[in-house]
């Protein structure tokens, strides 16, 4: 999605691939269809982003997926947490239906064109528990891989 956009967009996304503490990836077979970071600050305190799904796959429960396994990476005795996220004006209702709330209106990022809108939402010990529930009746394997350079960047 970010391949035909100038070159300050390409930089402004590798910046924040850079600062991701962990990158999901939603693979069917040997296909990735999706993908999802999930950035660790302190306090507490966690950024969404990155979410993508290849759009042949789109509502097709892979988002809803990814957002939920991205949660069942997380302590429920380390609860709460506070998430945020940059939405699309488009995405906000399914962030909603995730249990986000729009806090910040959106407003065009003359960079890439597109209207932002800042959410937010706790993620309690309850939450997590219900993400695990979630991909266990799916069948939603989390394998965690820590490559080389991710060695260093423990949760």
């Given at each position: 999605?970010?391949?035909?956009r ?36 302190r306090?507490?305190?966690?950024i ?9 796959r ?8 990814l957002?939920f396994?991205?949660l069942?990476?997380l302590?429920?005795?380390e609860?709460p947490?506070?998430?945020?996220l940059?939405?699309?004006?488009r ?14 209106e ?10 932002l809108?800042?959410?937010e939402?706790d993620i309690?010990d ?5 993400a ?8 939603i ?15």
């Open positions: 999605e970010f391949s035909d100038p070159k300050e967009v390409r930089e402004w996304k590798a910046g924040i691939e850079a600062n991701l503490s962990m990158m999901l990836v939603f693979l069917e077979g040997s296909h990735g269809l999706g993908c999802a970071g999930l950035q660790f600050h306090n507490k305190r966690l969404f982003h990155s979410d993508l799904v290849a759009p042949s789109r509502r097709s429960g892979i988002g809803k997926a957002f396994a991205r069942c990476l302590d429920g005795a609860a947490y506070q998430g945020g940059l939405a699309i004006d995405n906000i209702p399914f962030y909603e239906k995730c249990g986000f709330r729009l806090v910040k959106p407003e065009t990022d003359h960079l890439l064109g597109w209207r809108g800042w959410m939402r309690s309850r939450d997590i528990e219900d695990k529930i979630y991909c266990d009746t799916r069948g394997t989390i394998a965690v891989d820590q490559g080389p350079d991710m060695a260093d960047k423990a949760m």
